[in-house]
């Protein structure tokens, strides 16, 4: 990558229903994107299997997550079935002071937040290509059973509904492609 292909710093924020494969999009970005800088967000939810703390997220008590809230650590914070997820400033401030571009994967409510406080943030919107290809995603993913799984899509149907919030909306036919579009909204043309 040369000079030219460089992002230019600032925030962009990625949302998008669950099982659209936005985890997935940003590991490929950060493959062609070294310098691109993620955010991690802290939640009061358990690890799954395979995730580590402070990589995938910071997994704190709920206590601890009060805390926060009250010291104003969260850019931005939310409750999803039970849980709360933040985007803690500290995981951000960092590299945008250095110029980098970040990323927050987060959901519709937390980009509401991040957009009331940094209007100049760049939402995009993941989408997939029609909602018979999310539930197949999130049958695939074999993480919820049938209830959840509606429950999800009833979510995401109204996630869908919003998606003109957003300044961007990338359908995700295929992660490489997905991963291209939104590189080039990052600045950088092909990723």
């Known amino acids: 990558m040369t ?10 924020v990625l949302s998008g229903p669950g099982g659209v494969g936005k985890g997935t999009v940003v590991t490929q970005l950060r493959g062609c994107l070294p310098h691109l800088a ?4 802290a939640t009061t939810r358990a690890p799954r299997l395979g995730e580590v703390d402070g990589v995938h997220y910071h997994f704190v008590d709920h206590t601890t997550f009060d ?3 009250a ?3 969260f850019l931005e ?3 999803f079935a039970g849980e709360r997820y933040g985007t803690p400033w500290s995981s951000i401030d960092h590299a945008l002071a250095s110029g980098r571009p970040v990323v927050l994967e987060i959901e519709i409510h937390g980009a509401r937040q991040v957009r009331a406080r940094l209007p100049d943030a760049v939402l995009i919107f993941l989408a997939p290509p ?4 999310l539930v197949e995603r999130l049958h695939s993913r074999g993480t919820d059973d049938d209830d959840r799984v509606a429950h999800r899509m009833a979510l995401a149907r109204w996630e869908m509904a919003r998606a003109e919030e957003f300044d961007h909306v990338v359908v995700n036919r295929t992660v490489e492609q997905a991963a291209g579009d939104i590189g080039r909204i990052l600045g950088c043309g092909p990723a």
């Open 77 to 79: 914070w939310t409750e």
């Open 3 to 12: 000079a030219a292909d460089q992002p230019a710093g600032g925030l962009f």
């Open 71 to 73: 010291e104003g650590a």
């Open 38 to 41: 993620v955010s991690i967000s």
């Open 130 to 133: 029609s909602v018979e290809e």
């Open 67 to 69: 805390r926060m809230v």
